[in-house]
């Protein structure tokens, strides 16, 4: 399984990024992909996640903001952020669990985040003031 990042990069406060993380080695009819985040002196969040069957999940703190989006046919998926805060500033990772997902959005990231198989190295996202 491989999985690579790109998009980040770096924006004032209220900007939009759009990360993209291309998949190879399995099937997204077979696993979960989303993404995570992990910022210096922070702890990991789980951000968003989509089902094999469409289904999308989303942190409370970008909730509203993001909008996560897979293309089987490219093996790819999207995460598509708007009004970006300071606190979004982090690097974020792709990976993928092979868990089936259900119930609330902060039960299902929290299983993502303690199920994931694999996950990329990630893309800097850096918001300037």
């Known amino acids: 399984v491989q999985l690579v990042e790109s998009g980040g990069g770096s924006v004032q406060v209220g900007g939009s990024l759009r990360l993209s993380c291309v998949a190879s080695?399995?099937?997204?009819?077979?696993?979960?992909i989303g993404w995570f985040r992990h910022a210096p002196g922070k702890d990991r969040e789980g951000v968003s996640c989509?089902?094999?069957?469409?289904?999308?999940f989303y942190a409370d703190s970008i909730k509203g903001r993001a909008d996560i989006s897979a293309d089987h046919e490219k093996n790819t998926v999207h995460l598509q952020m708007d009004n970006l805060q300071p606190e979004d500033a982090a690097i974020y990772h792709c990976?993928?669990?092979?868990?089936?997902?259900?119930?609330?959005?902060?039960?299902?990231?929290?299983?993502?985040?303690?199920?994931?198989?694999?996950w990329g190295e990630g893309t800097l996202v850096t918001v300037s003031s």
């Open positions: 990976a993928i669990t092979l868990k089936i997902l259900a119930g609330s959005d902060r039960y299902v990231l929290r299983v993502f985040m303690s199920y994931m198989n694999a």
């Open positions: 989509i089902t094999p069957t469409g289904e999308k």
């Open positions: 080695g399995f099937s997204f009819t077979d696993a979960a």
